[in-house]
């Protein structure tokens, strides 16, 4: 402790330059941190994918309809041990900043199908059946607005009713969380059967279907099935596993890791450079003041630890903030995209990075400490 008042007055000494370290360090790790917190949300995501799980989309144009039809035909598929389906549209409530997902579909197989759906309370799977215009609410999507079983909910979409009403109204029964991805849980489910009877347009199609399969092993071989009994027909099948389906939704942003890794890598090469510049001035301005400190008994090993201490402070203090800002920005981002919040690990390397770049920084100026000569200091040579 007693080097501290040291290092702090060295950090003092001329504060236009300690703020600049400061700052340099704290955008640099905001960028990190952000970056970092995007790239390992992304991959916990696709970590978090089922090997027995398949998505059956139209192949010609992801997202286009299928009629409802051809999950019969997945039933009798080799390998195959459950099929769900999902008729998907967005809804806005309330105000056009406040859009929500909404997935229609036969409650019981969903449920079957993602038994990482824990649903609250357990008789509200029992009541969508009860229900008509039920649905039930991620906990994310709850939360966020205030929303009590029993209440009415209307939603403002591009689909139209046979009366011409773009509106949708539901009665939340209950809510659910998904166990594999809290941040996640944001889907509305909805009966099918409401919605379909209801369309102007389009009945009895599906936007995906869902395919349990009997062995993981088993996937390409079933995912092969699937598309061959559909080949040349007018509803061509694309099959996908679900970590599959998920990458390619990912590579729609490009290669994520290697952006990542590049600007992370850029900005810390540039941070080293320009905090070891810094420091190097202060070094030079201050080589009497280093002398003076070994005349007064200062080890060698002390003043370059005293340095050091200084490269330390403002990095591991700037990492610190930039590592905060950059949880707050992945929170607010999260509200709006639903693209997770920022691990541990981010953070412990975070840290870890603050350390290298600390000594890494201040190892030339802190060499050059050691090597001073008290006589030539003092001498101006």
Request: glycine share 8%.
């Amino acid at each position: 402790m007693k080097f501290f008042p040291l290092v702090w007055a060295g950090v003092r000494r001329k504060r236009s330059r300690s703020i600049l370290i400061f700052a340099q360090v704290v955008i640099a790790f905001v960028l990190f941190g952000v970056l970092q917190g995007l790239s390992s949300a992304v991959q916990h995501v696709l970590d978090s994918t089922h090997g027995d799980r398949l998505y059956v989309s139209n192949k010609t144009r992801f997202g286009f309809p299928l009629p409802i039809s051809v999950v019969e035909r997945l039933k009798t598929t080799p390998g195959v041990a459950g099929v769900a389906y999902q008729f998907r549209f967005g809804g806005v409530y309330q105000k056009p900043d406040q859009q929500l997902p909404l997935a229609a579909t036969d409650i019981e197989s969903y449920l079957a199908m993602f038994p990482e759906l824990h649903v609250e309370p357990a008789q509200a799977a029992r009541a969508m059946q009860q229900t008509r215009d039920g649905v039930l609410v991620g906990t994310e999507t709850l939360n966020k607005y205030g929303w009590k079983v029993g209440q009415r909910i209307t939603l403002q979409t591009g689909l139209p009713q046979k009366n011409g009403s773009r509106d949708w109204t539901f009665e939340v029964v209950g809510s659910y969380v998904n166990t594999d991805l809290p941040d996640q849980s944001i889907l509305l489910l909805a009966n099918y059967g409401y919605v379909n009877e209801s369309l102007a347009a389009r009945p009895d199609t599906v936007t995906f279907a869902n395919v349990h399969i009997d062995s993981p092993s088993r996937a390409n071989s079933v995912e092969e099935a699937i598309d061959r009994q559909f080949e040349n027909s007018s509803n061509e099948t694309l099959t996908q596993s679900e970590r599959d389906l998920a990458e390619s939704q990912v590579q729609n942003i490009g290669d994520l890791d290697v952006a990542v890794h590049r600007i992370t890598a850029a900005t810390f090469f540039v941070l080293l450079f320009a905090t070891g510049a810094l420091m190097m001035q202060s070094i030079r301005e201050r080589t009497p003041e280093l002398a003076v400190l070994k005349t007064f008994g200062f080890s060698d090993i002390r003043v370059m630890v005293l340095i050091l201490g200084e490269t330390l402070l403002l990095c591991v203090a700037g990492a610190a903030l930039g590592l905060w800002l950059a949880s707050a920005v992945l929170k607010l981002a999260r509200s709006q995209l639903q693209v997770g919040s920022m691990s541990a690990i981010v953070v412990a390397i975070g840290f870890a990075c603050a350390v290298i770049l600390a000594l890494a920084g201040g190892a030339i100026p802190a060499w050059r400490a050691l090597r001073l000569r008290v006589v030539d200091a003092l001498a101006g040579r």
